[in-house]
T-cell receptor, first 111, second 112 residues
């Protein structure tokens, strides 16, 4: 079945690293995504990883994938107040096909 | 380069009415997907349109229907509105099934 779970809330201090975790149940997931949603806005694609990769780095963002445990994480280095938002993990079986989202993790960055 | 645009931004309806939401995909994209995001939840897939046909559908009743036009823009129609239809409706576009989906800012639908 399809199920994506995330922790609900994370609070960090400005300048620290943030790690947002996600677990999924569908072993046939092909692509896994991280989206960011700011208040009153739509979803902004941050990064994605293909299921045959273990890690992907993009500037301050690092994605780690443990396919055996079906665990995905997003690390944000040097977290800034502008990073405060809701972060969604999503999976899909085919590139561009329907996305299955978690409930989102609220990231609060304290200055 | 315009991104995904949706209209209207906000809409208030009463139970039993019908509503039409509109979406223009990002330039160069030909596939449009619609999602419903209830307050405090992640988006739920409604359906996806490609080449003017519904290619895939989520677990939503037939009250939810859609259309894609030759210019790739799309409409989402909801009939016999229920209080539970109150949500943020998000449109996402992509280039076929080969690339990531990019989202608009959504239409906030409130049912009274």
């Amino acid at each position: 079945g399809e199920d994506v779970e995330q922790s609900l809330f994370l609070s960090v201090r400005e300048g620290d690293s943030s790690v947002i975790n996600c677990t999924y149940t569908d072993s046939s997931s092909t692509y896994l995504y991280w989206y960011k949603q700011e208040p009153g806005a739509g979803l902004q694609l941050l990064t994605y990883i293909f299921s045959n990769m273990d890690m992907k780095q993009d500037q301050r963002l690092t994605v780690l994938l443990n396919k055996k445990d079906k665990h995905l994480s997003l690390r944000i280095a040097d977290t800034q107040t502008g990073d405060s938002a809701i972060y969604f993990c999503a999976e899909t079986k085919e590139y561009g096909n329907k996305l299955v989202f978690g409930a989102g993790t609220i990231l609060r960055v304290k200055s | 380069d315009a991104g995904v645009t949706q209209s209207p931004t906000h809409l208030i309806k009463t139970r039993g009415q019908q509503v039409t939401l509109r979406c223009s995909p990002k330039s160069g994209h030909d596939t449009v997907s619609w999602y419903q995001q209830a307050l405090g939840q992640g988006p739920q897939f409604i359906f996806q349109y490609y080449e003017e046909e519904e290619r895939q559908r989520g677990n939503f009743p037939d009250r939810f229907s859609g259309h894609q036009f030759p210019n790739y823009s799309s409409e989402l129609n909801v009939n016999a509105l229920l209080l539970g239809d109150s949500a943020l409706y998000l449109c996402a576009s992509s280039l076929g099934a080969q690339y990531s989906q990019h989202f608009g800012d959504g239409t906030r639908l409130s049912i009274l």
